[in-house]
Structure formats: structure tokens, C-alpha cells
């Protein structure tokens, strides 16, 4: 307690030097604001980023740096890191009007652009110092990180995933509409292009384009070409149609979305197990994905399609939106887990009320939950396999929340569902003024505005007034070769749902409690804080 009071203490007196040294100096609270904000701005453009790129987390002297997976310097994060902060800048020059922070945002989008595939979209990556590095870090790094699969093999094509394609092509398209600047127009028309020319008859999406079928695993074939509902891809696909529909007035995209719209309808599957798979063969049936992704039915891919079709009728008043609904709720809420398999779930929402907590994967034919669990210590000795009993990993959905919309929306009318329907507004589309801010804003609902102490401590805190350090959080292990790694030592034991295996794994894992701190700096950080600074100003 007397550390904590010493800790407390200090900042209150740091804060009070600072508000003291500033007043001194004849500054506002708002000059001293925003020389912060943009001190802070500069020294992550000028010094963390590598040419407009950034990743999530940084050592101070950047001889380590980590996306989803540990980075070389020359590597920029797509998902979401690099197109956020381009959006982030945006953010910042509404909030203030200065030119600086368009210029910030216009550095981000040459740096995506730079990255962007010839057919338009985007993979995980982007490396500056060209495909024989990015080849090199798939090759070592990428291809021993166990559990991220998705990482082992280098395509050389566009990914959907994880708002990949869709998060960068958003900013650039938020970006043309403040001038209309038509050196980004060549960026957005090759991303429509890819979206039309990618999207399958059915109305869905590959996981992956162009395709590629060369990355076969533990005797299963290339998933990435597959119909992908997983990882948002459906969903995200279809609101950037509807963006450049409703921004560009493309009216040609009318269709394409239509069908991908419809494409939830196709692949519901029948009674009596009316749910939906991650991704589908091109025969319509469900499919595996990563290895510990069995062909099954996924509790919350169907929830959110339940979600989805309760949208597209509020989008097209068209009642086949919701005519399978009940069926598929009555299904979710069979799957419970038993008491047996909860000891196994880490969770906190069985027993909630009408939440239910089942495993991700649900067997076809015959309802029984599937765990995914895997053997050795790392991706060369390793594999998944899947079982029917726990450990695994579990689903949790308000099948209550689905219901109460659905029986809402039944009691309305046509004009009443579809009063807020973009498809049939005529009003002109316009950005939010803020994206990231507002982003950031919803996930701390219950936080206090900002007080006079609390920017003091902010700009305080600042190391050299320049970057804020916190810390480490997740971790590593380097790259070490593969020499020894077939060897499994006879008393490893892994955790077959943990994040990491032994020292050949690459995955990133959870710091251990009472490991030494380890500060490094992060985009979502500066974000956090410098949305904290702005938020004073907009009181």
C-alpha cells in the first residue's frame, strides 16, 4: 500500500510540475494538448513506423517487433495495425483541422497502396524490403508458428480474412472522399475488381484469391479456396460492396450483393441440424479448415448468420430473410454442454441467462460436440487431432438476444423494418468523423471523462515527451531453426488448447504473472491515450 501511495503521489506531483512548467510558459490546456498529441503523432509516423507502416508492438530500440507473429522491421501489419492508424489520422485532422494529420494519413495509404496485390486486395503483410524477404520470414518464423496456420504457407495472393482486404480498402476509400483525389481511384477500382471477379456464382467468397491450391496439410486439401463465412469474410465483403454502392453510385453492385446476401439463404443447412458451417467445398457442403478446424457446424457462425438475415431483411424488406430463423435457434439451444465437459470450459458465460455454451464444432449427422486438441511441441513433431470429448475450444450465443430480435422485427411492418435501409435510401453516404476514436470510445463505455489531472498524468507520462511505454504483454520465441525440433522431450506436457509448444514454436503467448516487465511501445496505446487527451478537448 505505501508503494501504491508513493506511485500515486509521484504522478499527482509530476503532474502538477508539468501543469506548473506549462503555465509558466504562457500554454493553454489546449496548446498543450495538442503539442502533445502531435509530438506523440510525429515520433510514430517519424520513428516507429517503417515507411507509413506499422505493427501492434515495438521494443524501444525496435530490435524486436510483433504483429499477429513476430516481425521484421521492414514489415507492416495489415490486420488491423496499419490501415487503423491511417484511419486514427483522419480522426485526428477533424478533430483539430490540421493539414499535419491528412499528411499522416496520406503516408499510410502510399504504404498499403505500395502493398497492394495486382488484383486488388491485400495480404496479412506487407514487407518493404520486397518478396524475398517476406518468402524468407514465411519460411522460418511464419512456418513455425503451431497454431496459426495460416501463417506456414506463403501464396503470394490477397486474403479476406481478418479484414484484410476490407479494412484497408475502407480507409482509402474514407480518404478519396475528403478531396476526391483521384490518385487513389486506380487503388479502390482494382479492389472492386477483385470483389467481383472473386466472388463465386452461389454469391460467396474463397478465403484466398487469386486461388491457390498448393498448401496441403496432414493429408487435407488447400482450404483458402473454400466459401468462407470464418473471420468475417462474407460480412465484410458484402458491407464493402455496399460501401462503394453507396459512396461511388455503383449501382452496377446492386446484384453481387443481392446474391451474396442470398448465399446465407443456400448454405443453411436442413433440418435437423439447421446450422451453419465456417467454410463450404465447392460442392456446397461444409468443410474443414485448419487442421484443428474440422468439417462440422459452428454454434457461432450461426448465430451470426441468424444476426445477418435479420439485417438483410431490414436491408431489402424481403420476408425469405427470415423464414429458417426459428429453426436455426431452436437448434442452437440444443447443444449445451454437460456438466461434464463445462469443467473444461474457461469462460464465464454458462450459465447466464439465455446464453448457450457448446463446443465450436458440431458433427454432421449427429449433433455430437467435436474438440479440437493437439499432440507434441511444436508444428515439425506436432498435430491436430479432433475427439469427442473436451479439452477443446467452446462457443457461447444469446440464442435469447436472437429470439427477442426476431419476434421484434415479425410484428412490424415492411416500412417500418426497412425505414433505416441503406439499400433504399437516396440520402448521400457520409463517413463518421470519427472511426477509430469512436472505435476505442464504445469499448470503454463506462469510463470517466477525462479530468485536468488525468491529461497532466497523460503528457507526464510520456517518455522524453515523445512515446508512452506499457507493458509486454505477449511474447515470443525467436526463430531458431529446426534442428532437434522432431525430438519430444518425455516430460513435455503441452496444454492441447494452449497458445504456445516449446522453444520451436513461434506463436506469440500470454506473459506469465511474476515475469519481469518488459515496456515496449504500441499502437493501440498511443491510440488509447491520445484518444484520451482529444476527448478532453471535446467536452
Known amino acids: 500500500m505505501k508503494t501504491l501511495f508513493k506511485i500515486t503521489l509521484s504522478l499527482l506531483l509530476a503532474g502538477c510540475i508539468v501543469s506548473s512548467v506549462w503555465a509558466q510558459r504562457g500554454q493553454t490546456t489546449e496548446q498543450r494538448i495538442l503539442a502533445a498529441v502531435k509530438q506523440a503523432t510525429a515520433y510514430?509516423?517519424?520513428?516507429?513506423?517503417?515507411?507509413?507502416?506499422?505493427?501492434?508492438?515495438?521494443?524501444?530500440?525496435?530490435?524486436?517487433?510483433?504483429g499477429e507473429m513476430e516481425a521484421y522491421r521492414t514489415m507492416a501489419c495489415v490486420q488491423p495495425e496499419t490501415p487503423m492508424m491511417g484511419e486514427f489520422f483522419l480522426d485526428l485532422y477533424n478533430a483539430t483541422g490540421d493539414e499535419y494529420y491528412y499528411q499522416a494519413a496520406e503516408k499510410v495509404a502510399a504504404a498499403l497502396i505500395w502493398g497492394q496485390h495486382p488484383k486488388g486486395g491485400w495480404n496479412y503483410w506487407i514487407d518493404f524490403a520486397g518478396e524475398t524477404s517476406m518468402k524468407q520470414w514465411y519460411n522460418t518464423i511464419g512456418k513455425h508458428g503451431w497454431r496459426l496456420e495460416e501463417m506456414q504457407h506463403y501464396y503470394g495472393n490477397s486474403t479476406f480474412d481478418d479484414d484484410a482486404t476490407a479494412g484497408p480498402a475502407r480507409f482509402i476509400l474514407r480518404l478519396y472522399t475528403m478531396r476526391h483525389d483521384p490518385k487513389y481511384l486506380a487503388s479502390i477500382d482494382k479492389t472492386i475488381n477483385l470483389l467481383l471477379e472473386s466472388q463465386y456464382p452461389i454469391g460467396g467468397w474463397p478465403q484466398r484469391y487469386p486461388l491457390m491450391y498448393?498448401?496441403?496439410?496432414?493429408?487435407?486439401?488447400?482450404?483458402?479456396?473454400?466459401?468462407?463465412?470464418?473471420?468475417d469474410v462474407h460480412q465484410n465483403n458484402i458491407e464493402l460492396l455496399m460501401l462503394y454502392y453507396r459512396v461511388l453510385g455503383k449501382k452496377e453492385l446492386l446484384d453481387p450483393i443481392l446474391r451474396a446476401m442470398h448465399t446465407v439463404?443456400?448454405?443453411?443447412?436442413?433440418?435437423?441440424?439447421?446450422?451453419?458451417?465456417?467454410?463450404?467445398?465447392?460442392?456446397?457442403?461444409?468443410?474443414?479448415?485448419?487442421?484443428?478446424?474440422?468439417?462440422s457446424l459452428h454454434p457461432r457462425t450461426t448465430g451470426f448468420n441468424v444476426n445477418r438475415l435479420m439485417d438483410f431483411y431490414q436491408l431489402t424488406g424481403e420476408t425469405k430473410y427470415l423464414a429458417r430463423i426459428p429453426e436455426a435457434i431452436d437448434w442452437l439451444e440444443t447443444l449445451g454442454i454437460s456438466d461434464e465437459h463445462a469443467k473444461f470450459y474457461r469462460g464465464n458465460q454458462r450459465g447466464v441467462p439465455g446464453v448457450v455454451v457448446s463446443s465450436s464444432y458440431i458433427e454432421i449427422g449427429t449433433n455430437k460436440p467435436l474438440y479440437g486438441q493437439r499432440r507434441g511441441s511444436?508444428?515439425?513433431?506436432?498435430?491436430?487431432?479432433?475427439?469427442?470429448?473436451?479439452?477443446?475450444t467452446f462457443a457461447a450465443v444469446n440464442t435469447q438476444r436472437l429470439r427477442e430480435r426476431y419476434n421484434h422485427l415479425i410484428t412490424?411492418?415492411?416500412?417500418?423494418?426497412?425505414?433505416?435501409?441503406?439499400?433504399?435510401?437516396?440520402?448521400?453516404?457520409?463517413?463518421?468523423?470519427?472511426?477509430?476514436?469512436?472505435?476505442?470510445n464504445s469499448r470503454n463505455p463506462?469510463?470517466?471523462?477525462?479530468?485536468?489531472?488525468?491529461?497532466?498524468?497523460?503528457?507526464?507520462?510520456?517518455?522524453?515527451?515523445?512515446y508512452w511505454l506499457v507493458p509486454m504483454t505477449h511474447d515470443s520465441h525467436p526463430y531458431i531453426g529446426q534442428e532437434g525440433a522432431?525430438?519430444?522431450?518425455?516430460?513435455?506436457?503441452?496444454?492441447?488448447?494452449?497458445?504456445?509448444?516449446?522453444?520451436?514454436?513461434?506463436?506469440?503467448?500470454?506473459?506469465?504473472?511474476?515475469?519481469?516487465?518488459?515496456?515496449?511501445?504500441?499502437?493501440?496505446?498511443?491510440?488509447?491515450?491520445?484518444?484520451?487527451?482529444?476527448?478532453?478537448?471535446?467536452?
Open 378 to 392: 511444436n508444428p515439425i513433431n506436432g498435430r491436430y487431432d479432433t475427439y469427442y470429448e473436451p479439452p477443446g
Open 214 to 231: 498448393d498448401y496441403t496439410k496432414n493429408g487435407l486439401p488447400d482450404y483458402s479456396s473454400f466459401i468462407t463465412f470464418n473471420d
Open 486 to 539: 522432431m525430438e519430444i522431450p518425455d516430460d513435455y506436457v503441452l496444454d492441447p488448447i494452449g497458445q504456445v509448444g516449446d522453444k520451436f514454436d513461434t506463436s506469440p503467448f500470454p506473459i506469465p504473472a511474476g515475469t519481469p516487465q518488459t515496456m515496449v511501445i504500441t499502437t493501440r496505446s498511443y491510440i488509447q491515450n491520445v484518444s484520451r487527451l482529444m476527448a478532453f478537448l471535446q467536452k
Open 265 to 295: 439463404i443456400a448454405l443453411q443447412q436442413g433440418m435437423p441440424q439447421p446450422g451453419w458451417g465456417d467454410q463450404y467445398s465447392l460442392d456446397y457442403k461444409p468443410a474443414h479448415g485448419r487442421t484443428y478446424e474440422p468439417r
Open 446 to 466: 463506462n469510463q470517466n471523462p477525462p479530468t485536468l489531472q488525468d491529461v497532466n498524468n497523460l503528457i507526464a507520462s510520456m517518455k522524453d515527451g515523445k
Open 44 to 66: 510514430m509516423l517519424d520513428e516507429v513506423s517503417y515507411k507509413g507502416g506499422f505493427v501492434q508492438r515495438y521494443l524501444p530500440d525496435f530490435s524486436r517487433q510483433w
Open 412 to 440: 412490424l411492418s415492411v416500412e417500418e423494418a426497412t425505414k433505416d435501409s441503406e439499400l433504399k435510401s437516396d440520402q448521400p453516404y457520409e463517413f463518421a468523423t470519427y472511426v477509430t476514436m469512436r472505435r476505442i
